[in-house]
């Protein structure tokens, strides 16, 4: 039986998965675990700013304190801070949004993220854009599918999928034997025998793509930034809409972020 701790855990990565946040009783109901305990915890979690409860919903969602962490444990990233004006370089260069990527309990984590020129224009034009969409022929993501500390589904990223093709062989095994590979659009990878024939040529060329398998009309292009041991340090990517005529020159695109990748991996050596 899970101890408080861990249902704790539970009930604030439960809260984290689900927009607009859930009633005590909705916590309950998903966890199975009884309304006295439930309630006691979500207070404890309140108490601390973990969790934070709408006046009128009643509804839990997840409270500052959380990002607080969350901020914390980026700083202590020594990549995020050498990075930077490389990211901010490389976006100006190319007209593409650039970000920056862990692998994380199976998933990808956004550590940073410096947007287009083109993708703040079109935020600029379009204030009021909340879903995904196009305005003016260009794809529109909202802040939250953009934000760093955000994470995605490892299979369907370039982000992913480049730190996929590099983990141990028993690492990648256990990823493969746990993942459920949910399609988000029509060109996701949802077999695991065509994953990692995808992974074994991210291998062999040194980059991974990503065409529209996360959010139609986005693409994306992704290599590793190496770390000791022949192991990645975390992953660059390029994305942006499909229609950007960035992706003309695709090998310039390659040079950039294999060029940036290997900027980050020396300066973070140096520190």
Not at 107 to 136: C, H, K, Y
Not at 213 to 241: F, M, Q, R
Request: charged share 25%.
């Amino acid at each position: 039986m899970p101890n408080s701790l861990e249902r704790a855990f539970a009930v604030l990565e439960l809260v984290d998965q689900i927009p607009g946040g859930l009633t005590n009783h909705d916590i309950c109901r998903r966890l199975n675990i009884p309304t006295s305990t439930c309630s006691y915890i979500t207070k404890r979690l309140e108490c601390r700013g973990y969790l934070l409860r709408d006046e009128h919903t009643r509804r839990f969602k997840v409270g500052l304190s959380v990002v607080a962490l969350a901020h914390g444990a980026l700083r202590e990233l020594g990549f995020r801070s050498v990075s930077e004006p490389v990211l901010y370089k490389v976006a100006r260069d190319t007209g593409l949004s650039v970000g920056l990527g862990v692998l994380e309990r199976g998933r990808v984590l956004i550590v940073d993220r410096v947007e287009s020129p083109q993708l703040l224009q079109d935020a600029v034009n379009a204030p009021q854009e909340r879903t995904f969409g196009r305005t003016g022929g260009s794809v529109v993501r909202t802040r939250d599918q953009r934000d760093a500390g955000r994470e995605l589904p490892a299979h369907a990223t370039a982000l992913g999928k480049v730190l996929l093709a590099h983990l141990l062989p028993d690492d990648l095994t256990d990823f493969l034997h746990h993942a459920v590979l949910t399609r988000a659009t029509g060109r996701t990878i949802v077999s695991k025998p065509i994953l990692l024939k995808e992974l074994d040529t991210v291998r062999k060329q040194g980059y991974a793509t990503a065409e529209e398998e996360l959010y139609p009309g986005v693409w994306g292009l992704a290599v590793a930034i190496a770390g000791e041991l022949d192991t990645p340090l975390a992953a660059i990517s390029l994305n942006g809409s499909m229609s950007s005529p960035a992706w003309d020159d695709r090998r310039m695109l390659l040079r950039r972020i294999e060029e940036a990748a290997r900027i980050i991996a020396t300066r973070t050596a140096r520190r």
